[in-house]
Every structure is written in structure tokens, then in C-alpha cells.
């Protein structure tokens, strides 16, 4: 049995999608469970229930936490730990193997040019203090408890499913161009800026779930080089979708005093460093070892078009 805690996300959704080449036993635990293959096992769950999440991991073999919670900072300070202590304690206790989706937040902001596995955590914002903190868990459980995990890191993602869960370059720049109106960049255009497509990063973490000596690693999911900067993802979304690249540039400024206003706004503020600077995520380390390609930009960007229409 292979278990996916946070399964109706779009990384939950595409690792669901690429788990059925490795077992015909899949469970998708969330809230409201749907399923993505025909054999599915649903299990409504609440993650912030020690006994619930024990219930939804009895009897897996690996177990991954794709979890999303509110994009609040409060929210994540008080409920990221008390997820990830109950996910590594039933792991435990089911002898379970653990992968856990995680983010770049935790990296130190001073050069994110390129971001490797080994890059220095040194998180200057709340929210990637609380990833530190979370992983910091993991690997202490690894060490003192037993526990068998590994991490599979994202860039910021993108890609053809992402109707449950929110994404900055759809919801920014797609779909207000599809529509006609003004894309949005954040910070400044200038610079370069990585997206991992939601298919790479359900097929990888499916593989890496299933490879035994991928464990006690981080990996960085496989995604395109060379990624372009905020005024050329503008230009190769609107080429694609036939329309003018038309958008405007949300300084910290104007971000700050749309955060009066828009709680996602006043929640961006603290990972701006992230626009204002080359954001470049390497995952040369994953394709070498397992000899895969990632999806282009190019590519990547026709597939989210194409699902638009």
C-alpha cells in the first residue's frame, strides 16, 4: 500500500496519476478524497488528528506528505509541526517509509543562483523558518527514531491541473492573459525564475518513493535549465495563447498596499526576495541519477494552454 496525505492537490493529483507503474494499492487521504485511478482507496482524514492520520498510514509501505496548508504564516506556525509530528509518528510506529513534498523557503535569499540540494538554510521569512523547523523534524526522527524518509524539493510549480491548488504563474499571468486583461509579475521583470511542471515532480516523487537508495537524501525534482525571466514568461505565455504580452510589474510597494486589501497580497510581502533576484533551481543531481529529461518551458507552457481551451 502506497499512501498519498494530501492527495487533492495538483502534486498529489499528477503523483497519484504515476504511482499505478509502481503499485495497484494507492490511498488517497485529504479532506474531501477523489479519486484519480479507477482502484483508488479513499480515506477522509484530518492531519491535524493524531488518530486519524495513524488510521489513514496502518498498513502502508510509503507514505508521502503532499499536504497544502492556508497561506497564512499563523496558520503555518501552529499547524506545519503538529502535522509533521503525527505523519512521523504513525510513520514509525507502521514502519512506514516517508516522502515528504517540500518547497525552497527555507534557503538562504542572499543568491538563489543556482539553488543545488546543498544550498546553505537560512530562511529569513516566518514561513521558511517553519519549513526549516519541519524538516529539521524529519531528519531528527531519521537519526534518533529510525525513521526512513527522504525530501523531494519543488521550485514553485506550475502545470495543466492545478484547479485545487493555487499557482502563481497560472493565476497571474495565464489565465488574466487567456481572459484578455493584464498579466501580473511580482517585484521586478528582469530576472530569471524556475518553475517545476506538476507532471515532472508526480512522476519523480513517485520514482523516488520507490527507489530504496533515495532515502536519507533531499532531492531537487527535475526541472527545465536556463528558465526565463519575468518579462519573457509573459512573452512565451501570450505567444502561446495568440495574445499581446501585456502586464504590469507589483513592486513591494504596491504589493505592501494591495495587502491592505487582499490577505494573499499581505502574505506575499515577506517572499518577495524571491522576484527581485535570479530565482534558478538546479536539479542536476536527480537527473543524472536516474537519466531523466525535464519538460521545457516551451512545453510545459503549450500543455498548460492547451488545457485552458
Known sequence: MQTILGAGGAIGIELAK??????????LV?????????????????LLN?????KAVKGSDVVYLTAGLEYKSKVWEKQWPVVMRNVIDACILNSARLVFFDNVYMYAPHNLNPMTE???????SIKGKVRAHITKMLWDAVEKNGLEALIARSADFYGPLMKKQSSFLVEGVVKPLHKGKKANWLGSDQYKHSFTYTP??????????????AYGQTWHLPTAPNPPTGKEWVELIAAELGKEPTY??????????????????????????????????????????????PTSYAEG????VSGLR
Open 18 to 27: 504515476a504511482l499505478p507503474d509502481y503499485t495497484k494499492q494507492i490511498r
Open 30 to 46: 485529504s479532506r474531501n478524497p477523489e479519486k484519480v485511478n479507477d482502484t483508488d482507496q479513499l480515506l477522509v482524514a484530518d
Open 50 to 54: 493524531p488518530e486519524e492520520v495513524q
Open 118 to 124: 546543498t544550498h546553505e538554510i537560512r530562511p529569513t
Open 200 to 213: 515532472d515532480a508526480g512522476k519523480a516523487t513517485a520514482l523516488l518513493g520507490n527507489t530504496p537508495d
Open 248 to 293: 504590469r510589474v507589483a513592486t513591494k510597494t504596491i504589493v505592501k498596499v494591495m495587502g491592505f486589501f487582499m490577505p494573499l497580497m499581505r502574505e506575499s510581502v515577506e517572499m518577495l526576495y524571491q522576484y527581485d533576484r535570479d530565482y534558478v533551481f538546479d536539479s542536476t543531481k536527480f537527473e543524472k541519477r536516474f537519466k531523466v529529461i
Open 301 to 304: 507552457v503549450k500543455e498548460v
